[in-house]
């Protein structure tokens, strides 16, 4: 199974479409049909979601049990806003009024792989966020992978 990486600038034009990269494109799956799920983000983004990895997070919430506060609250955010997309023959989609005016989106975008989603940012928003680096990444990236018990250790690791 591919992860969706890396970064990709992209233009909003005047009907709020951008082009999804070719190289993004590359990294989905033919199960996904071109067909997409996006809604909103953890914090002042969207997240794009190839429509068979949808499916994948939408069977994990359906198993989630409603009668408990939390859930419910938790799927109320998660699903709102939450837009089928297609792309059309230019590898365009076209992005919903209402989830732009939330990431405050309006020119340039930036194209975030998440391994199973793509987050969009706005341009800006995207450089506030990345330029906000933890002051020591390595005590973080130690404190999250390194509760990770693998057999296989990366060459160069101390």
């Keep these: 199974m591919a ?9 909003v034009d005047e009907k709020n479409r951008i ?3 070719a190289g993004l494109k590359k990294m989905i799956s033919l199960e996904a049909l071109d067909r997409f799920m996006i809604n909103r983000g953890f914090k002042n983004y969207l997240a794009l979601y190839p429509m068979d990895k949808w499916n994948v997070m939408n069977d994990k919430i359906r198993n989630l ?9 938790f799927v109320r955010y998660f699903y709102r806003g939450a837009t089928e997309l297609t792309l059309d023959r230019s590898n365009r989609l076209l ?3 209402s989830l732009t005016e939330h990431a405050k989106i309006e020119k340039e975008v930036v194209l975030l792989g998440m391994i199973d989603h793509i987050e ?3 341009k800006q928003a995207y450089g ?4 906000n680096e933890p002051e020591d990444f390595a005590r973080l990236a130690e404190e999250v992978m390194g509760k990770q018990e693998t057999s296989d250790k990366p060459n160069g690791v101390s």
């Design 95 to 97: 992005l919903p009024k």
């Design 3 to 11: 992860s969706l990486i890396g970064e990709f600038e992209c233009k």
């Design 128 to 131: 506030e966020f990345i330029t």
């Design 65 to 73: 049990n409603l009668f408990v506060e939390k859930n419910r609250i």
């Design 19 to 21: 082009i999804l990269p």
């Design 120 to 122: 969009i940012w706005s």
